[in-house]
């Protein structure tokens, strides 16, 4: 899969969102993104792409749909163009500190 280059962007700087791109025909989410919906939702899978533009491997986590309506209900949502951008809740960014042990523990499994 090809991450987008916004995602990338978006990634680099996220502190307190989630966003979601659609890609393929399907919604995901990339970095800090995937992290904090994979505390959320731990039943979401997580998958590690490497992004084809700036060779970065990239933590990912597809949203089936019935997951867009329970964030939408649940949290702050806001959809543009280009992503749909949820506000996170504290007690997912506030584990912040613990996304490089997170990646490391993806490509050990």
């Not at 649940?74 to 959809?79: K, Q, W």
């Not at 749909?84 to 584990?95: F, G, S």
Request: charged share 20%.
């Amino acid at each position: 899969m090809e991450i987008p280059e916004l995602a990338v962007e978006k990634e680099r700087e996220n502190l307190y969102y989630i966003y979601l791109f659609y890609v393929e025909d399907n919604w995901w989410a990339f970095g800090y993104s995937a992290y904090y919906l994979s505390i959320m939702y731990p039943v979401l899978e997580t998958d590690n792409e490497t992004c084809l533009l700036d060779e970065v491997n990239m933590p990912c986590v597809h949203v089936p749909e019935n997951f867009l309506t329970r964030l939408s209900d649940s949290y702050n949502t806001l959809a543009s163009d280009n992503y749909i951008r949820v506000e996170a809740p504290p007690t997912a960014y506030c584990y912040r500190k613990e996304y490089n042990e997170w990646c490391m523990s993806l490509t050990v499994n």
